[in-house]
């Protein structure tokens, strides 16, 4: 997961492949309560792990449930089966409605005292009419905060008070399907000696959210029957009862972007299309539906029990105006879409989006008017008409407004037909239902190499440059290559080899070092199966690194290898040729240097905290040497390139360098520069 500031996409130019979904947010959290409020032990399969689960998996915990994360996308929770919940209690629900609301339910009527909080946004997100409902019944429930909207406190004092069950339960139905799914979860708790009815008040928008609570009740045991989802019963008896093992869905809301993305892009690295495995046609949920707008705007698609695939179609594709009160998540996919849009799109009956993890009506427009497009925000609908021509689209940095579907639909911009970056600030807000989103984009999508960010910072040894280029890429979410580690794994695999480092055997070295299966993973750095971090900082590793980066054969031989750490979203390089041999065309190149005595005084308080005795002389001498030869090799002496920008940073720190380093990458960016640092 990107946990940086800010995320730039670079121009992508087409995707193709495979994508295996993370399970349905929607389905994971109404799962877990089901279970917990169920007799026996349930294994969950396929469980999405992101920040909404979190909060309930760690809710139930404290609640006195038995959550047993075995791994593998596996969890058990032992339900309390009619056992009293441990009380008093109080939960922190973070931003996740599908926590929030129908937890809130349950313990209603489950008795009890408990507080249920969240993130300020959730603070704002309504509850006011599953409260009244819930009161209706006799359940004791303060706001300790604004009226309609949490922070909650539910408190029966001695025991759960006389419900009143006699009559319907009446709930507003246009606000949110949320309040009717927490009554649909929790009144099966009461429903003991005779049915309980739920009357829904005006139009029930997002209806397939409440045809997912109706499966998966089934599945847990109860048989709701409703009539034309204005009236629901659930017959006396009831009893939540273990399925003992279930399956999670893949999420078809966030298939929606990868359904979106063959609609949009060509096909790469000979591939064609786009196959999504985990969701297929036969979803129960109803965001699945956004196949049929989809298809409606000219993607390709076809599909099974468990998989879809998608090919773009009709180029550009087709405006369309739709109803989307069936698929409310992933319309806004279709706002993102309609900047490929021939023609203006119309989304209609989207008043929920305005009390979802922002307004989401307002945010899509702001943002999508910054690339260019042409919007018109309504009470309840969005006309998209996207930029006139290529010349037309603008470089934008999208405010995502801590709304994981916002990042995702935005992401979709970097395609444009104008090859203009885009910025996502606070990447890191996917996380609460998809987690790897970006990383399964960049899986799939292709940039052209010459619009790949690449930062080379080169410099002599001890320069500090490695330190340096690490934490700007870091910083940036960008891969990491260490050259100069390369230089050394060559020479310790030549060494366990049996090869002598020497000119005599150049061809030998050259042949293992095509062959080197070399990784980085953070600061570490693997050869193989093994971590060779410590092996290959030695002194004598490095002398020895020194030795075979002299020879023709092998600096040849690596260059394939540095080539191919060159991948989305970017790359910092580190090295002594990266600007002027192995990325000649980066866009920022910065040669580091600080004196020889500097870096001898470096190395030694190295060395020394590390338990190693050095003396600083023989240190500076060596430096010396060293640079001398890399100055005066035949192969890629070391030197600046002639657009390198020079850094001595014998008086800076480690911070104050990466920053200036940042700095001149930002002076190079089409972004308002509120998002770096």
Not at 69 to 85: C, F, S
Not at 240 to 269: M, R, T, W
Not at 578 to 598: E, H, N, Q, R
């Amino acid at each position: 997961m990107f946990a940086t500031p800010f995320l730039d996409l670079p121009p992508l130019v087409g995707a193709a492949g495979s994508v295996q979904l993370p399970g349905s947010k929607s389905i994971s959290n109404r799962v877990l309560l089901l279970a917990a409020l169920s007799q026996g032990t349930t294994e969950v399969h396929d469980l999405l792990a992101s920040d909404d689960t979190r909060v309930m998996l760690d809710a139930l915990r404290e609640l006195g449930c038995t959550v047993d994360e075995a791994g593998n996308d596996l969890v058990r929770i032992t339900g309390l089966g009619g056992a009293a919940p441990r009380s008093p209690a109080r939960l922190f629900m973070g931003n996740a409605g599908t926590a929030m609301r129908p937890l809130s339910a349950a313990l209603a009527l489950l008795g009890g005292e408990y507080e249920l909080s969240g993130v300020p946004r959730m603070h704002e997100r309504p509850i006011g009419d599953l409260v009244d409902a819930l009161r209706q019944l006799g359940c004791h429930i303060d706001y300790l905060g604004n009226d309609g909207y949490p922070p909650l406190r539910i408190a029966h004092g001695a025991g759960l008070p006389p419900l009143q069950l006699q009559a319907p339960i009446r709930v507003r139905g246009d606000v949110s399907s949320q309040f009717l799914t927490a009554l649909l979860m929790a009144l099966p708790l009461v429903a003991i000696k005779q049915d309980v009815v739920i009357e829904v008040v005006g139009e029930l928008i997002s209806r397939p959210y409440i045809h997912i609570t109706l499966e998966l009740l089934a599945r847990f045991g109860i048989a709701v029957r409703h009539d034309n989802w204005q009236r629901f019963v659930i017959p006396a008896g009831s009893r939540y009862q273990s399925p003992g093992s279930i399956h999670v869905e893949a999420d078809a809301s966030s298939a929606s972007y990868f359904i979106a993305l063959g609609a949009i892009a060509a096909g790469a690295n000979g591939q064609n299309g786009i196959k999504i495995e985990g969701v297929g046609l036969d979803s129960i949920q109803g965001d699945i539906r956004f196949v049929e707008a989809a298809r409606a705007m000219g993607a390709q698609i076809t599909g099974g029990p468990n998989w879809l695939h998608i090919t773009r179609g009709s180029w550009p594709l087709k405006a369309i105006s739709l109803d989307c009160n069936h698929i409310p998540d992933a319309a806004m996919t279709l706002a993102a879409m309609a900047l490929y849009a021939e023609g203006t799109t119309e989304l209609t009956n989207i008043a929920s989006w305005r009390v979802k993890e922002t307004d989401r009506l307002a945010a899509m427009a702001i943002e999508l008017t910054k690339l260019g497009a042409s919007v018109e925000e309504g009470a309840d609908y969005l006309r998209v008409t996207p930029p006139a021509t290529a010349r037309d689209w603008r470089a934008a940095s999208i405010h995502t407004y801590d709304d994981h579907r916002v990042a995702m639909c935005f992401s979709l911009a970097a395609f444009n037909p104008a090859r203009l970056p885009v910025r996502i600030e606070d990447p890191k807000c996917v996380a609460k239902t998809f987690p790897d989103y970006f990383e399964a984009l960049f899986s799939l999508a292709q940039a052209d190499a010459a619009q790949l960010p690449v930062i080379c910072i080169d410099g002599p040894t001890a320069s500090g440059k490695g330190t340096v280029a690490a934490a700007v890429a870091e910083r940036l979410g960008y891969h990491f290559l260490d050259s100069g580690a390369l230089y050394r794994v060559t020479a310790l695999a030549a060494v366990r080899a049996g090869i002598p480092i020497s000119a005599e055997n150049e061809a030998a070295i050259a042949q293992l070092a095509r062959q080197l299966p070399v990784r980085f993973a953070g600061s570490r750095i693997w050869l193989g199966d093994e971590d060779v971090s410590e092996a290959i900082r030695t002194e004598e590793a490095g002398m020895n690194a020194s030795r075979v980066s002299a020879l023709p054969l092998v600096r040849k031989a690596l260059i394939a290898l540095q080539h191919s750490f060159a991948r989305l979203p970017g790359l910092v390089a580190d090295g002594r040729d990266m600007g002027t041999v192995i990325f000649p065309t980066a866009p920022l190149k910065v040669f580091m240097t600080a004196s020889a005595a500097c870096r001898a005084d470096r190395r030694y308080k190295q060395l020394i905290s590390k338990g190693i005795s050095a003396n600083i002389f023989d240190l500076r001498a060596d430096l010396e040497a060293r640079d001398a030869r890399d100055q005066n090799r035949s192969a890629a002496p070391l030197k600046p390139a002639q657009d390198a920008l020079p850094l001595d940073n014998s008086a800076l720190t480690i911070d104050e360098t990466v920053n200036q380093v940042l700095h001149w990458w930002q002076e190079r960016q089409p972004f308002a520069s509120r998002a770096a640092g």
